[in-house]
């Protein structure tokens, strides 16, 4: 009898960071690759190069973004209530072990943010519009060698699934009613605000590359949502709760079929205190959908019959961030360690648990206060379910890998990163690959 399989790969991410973010400061392949003029040309050494020919005191410059915060203007567009923030971020990566032979690949990102305080453009108080927009050239290693999850976070989105490589990643409109509770709706872009975390960091080419490390699968929370958030930011506790729409909002026009799927609720608890005297952030977090998802245990069906369903899906996960080192001076300057754990249901969610773990961080060397550095693993158990469906036609397992990488700040506007990640691939006929960048970071 023949059988059909159904399966999705579209990925959902979660990461934490989101929470303290909001609330902090409100073969196609080989083709695309030779396209974009990638080749085995590029040599590593170049970057220590780079690196020898910059002294330490190079950071010492009284410029923190290339135009001069836009031609000595930004402080005056600020007390007007607009402020701008533009990035250029590159990425070189190539697979040196792994399944397949792969070009190394090119890939470039444009992100220009913008902050509107519109209590002082005639509206009320507390009231302002955050918008985000992308436009990605180029191409990375994502889906490449049999590897799962993308080793490059920053060139996943967006048009990652052949749609445009521009979009409107974030517009929402933020009410603050107090010091301690504002309300925001709208669009978000989750993996850019986990750049707002302490120590772990984001994504970005002086960050984590890889998803697991900079927006962990949660298999709930899209990269991009509709919805609305709440926090209250009290201590030493703080909360936040989202409400969103299940579905991707990549690359979709705004708030499009808004909740038809269904709804998704997240409700996070921050606990801030010290170690040591240094800052520490410790969270519990509950995940909600009720949107319907495939039953891994009805994907392979005779011909003409629909695959089963199921409703609903949970997530249960802790983390924590701990910083073992702070500048006196500079409290967000230092490094220390982190990690997560979470538990899902497993069916429809397409992993049963997954756990990540680190260290990172600035301020580890004399005399570059502005280098840094991280150092990750992590694990991804799929669904035992969807192995056990798939199991006669092919070998899913889970899951793992490391990552570490050093950024050199350059200039104050200017990083260059190094960066390398083993992975053990979760199909079974995929090998171990090494995955070997160079990207820079260029803040205008």
């Not at 690359?251 to 997240?266: I, T």
Request: hydrophobic fraction near 40%; charge should be negative.
């Amino acid at each position: 009898m023949t059988a059909c399989i159904h399966l999705s790969t579209r990925p959902q991410m979660r990461n934490r960071a989101v929470f303290h973010a909001i609330s902090g400061h409100r073969a196609q392949h080989r083709r695309n690759q030779r396209a974009a003029g990638t080749g085995r040309s590029w040599s590593f050494p170049l970057l220590a190069l780079a690196l020898a020919s910059f002294p330490a005191h190079a950071q010492d410059a009284p410029r923190t973004t290339l135009t001069n915060d836009w031609w000595g203007q930004g402080a005056a567009m600020r007390q007007a209530g607009v402020d701008m923030q533009l990035e250029w971020r590159q990425y070189v990566q190539g697979m040196t072990k792994g399944s397949g032979d792969v070009d190394p690949a090119y890939g470039s990102q444009f992100s220009l943010k913008t902050n509107l305080d519109l209590s002082k453009l005639g509206f009320w108080d507390g009231f302002s519009l955050s918008v985000q927009a992308l436009a990605k050239t180029g191409y990375g290693l994502n889906n490449t060698g049999g590897m799962l999850l993308p080793v490059n976070a920053g060139l996943f989105f967006p048009g990652r699934h052949g749609a445009d490589r521009y979009d409107l990643a974030s517009l929402f409109v933020t009410q603050q009613f107090s010091d301690t509770v504002s309300a925001s709706f709208g669009k978000f872009y989750t993996v850019e605000m986990a750049r707002g975390t302490p120590i772990r960091g984001g994504v970005g080419s002086d960050a984590f590359w890889h998803l697991q490390l900079t927006a962990p699968l949660s298999g709930l929370i899209p990269p991009q949502i509709n919805g609305a958030v709440v926090s209250v930011a009290t201590q030493p506790v703080s909360y936040t709760l989202m409400v969103f729409d299940p579905k991707d909002a990549t690359n979709r026009p705004l708030f499009e079929d808004l909740f038809d799927s269904g709804v998704n609720v997240v409700g996070t608890a921050t606990y801030a205190t010290k170690l040591g005297g240094h800052n520490g952030f410790y969270s519990l977090t509950g995940m909600y959908s009720t949107k319907e998802g495939a039953d891994f245990s009805q994907l392979v069906v005779p011909p003409g019959t629909e695959i089963g369903t199921r409703d609903g899906s949970w997530l249960l996960g802790a983390s924590f961030q701990q910083y073992l080192h702070q500048d006196p001076a500079n409290p967000a300057r230092g490094w220390g360690v982190f990690g997560e754990f979470n538990v899902t249901d497993g069916n429809p969610n397409p992993m049963d648990w997954s756990a990540s773990l680190g260290v990172a961080g600035n301020d580890m060397i004399p005399g570059r206060p502005d280098d840094s550095f991280g150092l990750g693993v992590f694990h991804v158990a799929t669904s035992d379910a969807l192995k056990d469906e798939l199991a006669p036609y092919f070998e899913l397992e889970d899951e793992t890998g490391v990552e570490m990488f050093y950024t050199a700040a350059i200039r104050p506007w200017f990083h260059v990163t190094l960066d390398l990640q083993y992975i053990d691939p979760a199909p079974g006929i995929a090998k171990d690959g090494v995955f070997v960048g160079l990207g820079s970071s260029l803040r205008f």
